[in-house]
Structures are given as C-alpha cells and as structure tokens.
C-alpha cells in the first residue's frame, strides 16, 4: 500500500473510535465469552464498522477479526495475500470497568508477514504506527535510544497471570528488576515500551491480534524481542505466542539470562 492508503485506513480507524469506543467509555454492559474473557458492544460495533470500512476500501483483502469465529479466522488467514488483523479493543476490562488503559489494534499481514501496523488508544488520542520502514507517534519518527540501565534498575511489564508458576514465583520471590507494572491491554504494552513507559516485557500468551501490530511498531523502534523459546514473536498461525522484550541490546540480553533458568 502507498503512503496515500495508509493515511486513509489511519484517519478511519481513529475516527471510528472516537465515535464509537469514547461514547461508551464505562459505560457499556458486558457479557462473558466461553474463555471467561470480556466481550462489550463496544468490541463487536468497532468490529463490524472497521471491517466494513476495510472491505470498501480494499475489496481483495479479508478481515481476521478477535470476535470472529474461530473457523472464520482460520479461513481468512489462509485464504488471502491481504490480511487485515483487527482487535477491535484490546483491554475490554480495562474500558469496561473505568481503567483508562485500551486500544484498537489492527495490523496488515502481507504473503505471510507484516507490513504495516496501527494502534490508537483514543483516551490520550495517540496513535502509533509503522511500516517496514520506520514507527511513529502521530505521525513523527519515533526510535528507542540505549538507556544505559542495568535489569535491577529496569521497570518491568509483566504479565504474571499467563506465566508457568515457576517463573512467576521467581519474578516474584526474586525480582531482578526495580519496579513492575501489568496495565491489561496487550497492544498498548508494546507501544509503551517503543517510547520507552517501560524497560523489560514478558507475557506468556499472546494472540495474533494482540501483538501483530505492536511488534512491528516495537521492533522499528530498535526494541528486542522474541518468544520464551528464542524464536521470532510473530508467526502466521493462529497459535498463541510467548513474548520476552526489552528496549535495547545489553538489557534484553541481561533479561534473557535471568529467565532462562527457569523455562
């Protein structure tokens, strides 16, 4: 896609949510899904208004969207050279229940790979971007600069609920870094950690939508990451993906030293 295009899917996502997500802001109903996770109006509007919007624009492409069914994903995941990958909200408790933490995420799968990534969080109307070449903030280059820390000097984000328990009572009983945080919305994490509102990472879980296009945009920045099992965070499945970040060499190197023990 040309700059043009992406100018327009940028300006329809944010404007959608804006109409769509802010209005309800703790203010919506919510039921629960088979897995015990949350599901609002606000997901399945957001879904079906972005979707719509795509398909208008890029007629060829198809949508993998988070509240689709599971046999709708598998198939428009294998069935396009186009894929858009849409988490419509990421962090539903969080919007549910007042917590200023959430976003809309939505990536661009290309012949298996990403190649350009999007996520808005409308409470403090930034929006993060990238393309194979470089990431943004609102439209300026952003990049991560050594920070020189070592890991006991870091602030961590982790996700401690989708962790083995012997690492979790590790981090815990043993923490190696000076602070830690779990704010609830997957791809926001990895847009904090681009500008640098944090220095480790580690969750235990993630799907496709939930860190598609953060990657991308952390990955542009100079961020380092990769999965528990030392291979790259994105991969063209639906299958769930560990992720162990940090914001420069040395520190993601001093990170991957300590958990390794114990995976």
Not at 123 to 132: G, H, L
Not at 153 to 158: E, K, N, V
Not at 218 to 243: I, M, P, W
Request: charged share 20%.
């Amino acid at each position: 896609m040309n700059q043009f295009e992406l100018d327009v899917v940028i300006n329809a996502v944010t404007s959608i949510a804006k109409e769509e997500l802010v209005p309800r802001y703790a203010k919506v109903c919510r039921q629960h899904k088979k897995d015990g996770s949350i599901v609002t109006e606000a997901d399945l509007v957001m879904q079906k208004k972005i979707s719509q919007c795509l398909m208008q624009l890029f007629p060829d492409s198809v949508v993998l969207g988070e509240e689709m069914p599971v046999e709708q994903q598998t198939h428009a995941l294998a069935g396009a050279k186009m894929v858009w990958c849409l988490d419509p909200l990421d962090g539903t408790s969080n919007f549910a229940f007042g917590i200023p933490y959430f976003a809309v995420s939505l990536a661009l799968i290309e012949e298996g790979s990403v190649s350009f990534g999007l996520v808005y969080d409308p409470v403090r109307d930034e929006c993060f971007s990238a393309t194979k070449a470089a990431a943004y903030l609102n439209n300026k280059i952003i990049n991560l600069a050594p920070t020189n820390l070592l890991l006991h000097q870091s602030t961590a984000i982790i996700d401690f609920k989708r962790l083995t328990k012997k690492l979790a009572v590790a981090l815990v009983s043993d923490s190696p870094f000076a602070s830690q945080r779990n704010f609830g919305a997957s791809a926001l994490d990895w847009c904090w950690l681009a500008i640098g509102r944090g220095h480790v990472y580690l969750h235990g879980s993630q799907n496709i939508w939930d860190y598609a296009a953060g990657q991308l945009i952390f990955n542009h920045c100079g961020g380092y990451s990769q999965t528990l099992d030392s291979e790259v965070v994105f991969k063209h499945a639906l299958e769930k993906r560990s992720v162990i970040a940090a914001v420069d060499a040395n520190l993601f190197e001093q990170w991957c030293n300590w958990i390794k023990p114990y995976i």
